[in-house]
Structure formats: C-alpha cells, structure tokens
C-alpha cells in the first residue's frame, strides 16, 4: 500500500517522461546506483531555499537537461527535494511527511555523470 501510495504521488507530478535504460556497470553514488526505469514519469525536482541562486541556477539547467522539471517555489507536486546540507527546516520535514526523495546537490552531479537519473532510495 505504500508502494501504491509513492507512485500515485509521482503519478501527480506534471512532468514529461522520457525512456530511461537500466543501471550501467560501474555506476556509484555511495554504493550501486541504479537509473530510473523506462515509464517512469521525469523528476521534478525542488530546490531547498538554501542553495544559493547561482548553484539553482546551474543544477536547474542540469535537471532540465536530463529531461526533467524544476517545480516553481511552494509546489507541492514535486518528487524529489533538493538540499545543500541536511538541516531541520520545514520545508524538509513537509517533504519527509510526503515521502518525497531528499537528496543533496551531489545526487545531481551523479545524474549528469551517468547521463540520466538515478534512483535515489
């Protein structure tokens, strides 16, 4: 039930999907990264208020290049949560009580890295 409850949140998300391909060898972010499987919607992802407008900026254009949206400030639509840090905020805890994927800035250097997203759980 919970699995169906994830997908239904990122069923919400007004995104474009695009084909992903399984994980390629030699692909790590702290361990085995996987990509996102084809038929998945497209991430939308949400900056935290504390990454500095020219690291958004240039994440943004990252995520955009990916095939993925960056949601406007205050959406609650958005699938994964971006952060500089891991801080106590409540725009952290809103999407932790969400279920949303909270990642750092890192997770998108790896996505450019492997030419796709990646699974962030």
């Not at 949140?9 to 030699?26: F, H, N």
Request: glycine share 10%; hydrophobic share 35%.
């Amino acid at each position: 039930q919970e699995e169906e409850q994830k997908k239904t949140l990122q069923g919400k998300a007004a995104a474009s999907k695009r084909d992903r391909t399984e994980p390629s060898a030699g692909e790590e972010m702290g361990g085995e990264a996987k990509r996102m499987r084809s038929g998945e919607e497209a991430p939308m992802i949400l900056f935290s208020n504390n990454v500095d407008e020219g690291k958004k900026k240039r994440y943004a254009e990252i995520v955009r290049k990916l095939g993925g949206c960056v949601a406007p400030e205050n959406d609650s639509d958005f699938t994964h949560f971006v952060v500089p840090e891991f801080k106590r905020t409540q725009n952290m805890l809103i999407a932790l009580a969400a279920g949303r994927a909270v990642v750092g800035l890192e997770w998108l250097e790896c996505c450019q890295k492997a030419g796709g997203f990646l699974d962030a759980t």
